[in-house]
């Protein structure tokens, strides 16, 4: 079975860093998409960043553009968000991503993505 398992979520002050990280199993990684998206209470889903199937391409939200770094290490099968300076506005749960693709570009649209996983909570303190 495919899993996503995100770790390295937790409360921070203002300004900290954290990185998070999804190891994925139950599929060839190498030809998925991986991608992040987080969720405040009541608020939608949101893209966050993405990285293509060999790490090529990256794309990100423009809310978190040169604060955080998506990579993947395909030795370890997992994706990485590294996130600094961080805002209490980026409080939410995290969730890790992944689509399977044939190509080489990233996903911001989180319907076409096939697994996910159960989410880790990012909370940053004022």
């Known amino acids: 079975q495919v899993q996503l398992e995100e770790s390295g979520g937790g409360l921070v002050q203002a300004g900290g860093s954290l990185r998070l990280s999804c190891e994925a199993s139950?599929?060839?990684?190498?030809?998925?998409?991986m991608g992040w998206f987080r969720q405040a209470p009541g608020k939608e889903r949101a893209f966050v960043a993405a990285?293509?199937?060999?790490?090529?391409?990256?794309d990100y939200a423009d809310s978190v553009k040169g604060r955080f770094t998506i990579s993947r290490d395909s030795a370890k099968n997992t994706v990485y968000l590294q996130m600094n300076g961080l805002k209490p506005e980026d409080t939410a749960v995290y969730y890790c991503?992944?689509?399977?693709?044939?190509?080489?570009?990233?996903?911001?649209?989180?319907?076409?993505?096939?697994?996910w996983g159960r989410g880790t909570q990012v909370t940053v303190s004022s």
């Open positions: 991503a992944a689509r399977k693709t044939n190509g080489y570009s990233t996903s911001r649209i989180p319907e076409t993505y096939d697994y």
């Open positions: 139950g599929l060839i990684f190498s030809s998925y998409i």
């Open positions: 990285v293509s199937r060999n790490g090529g391409s990256l």
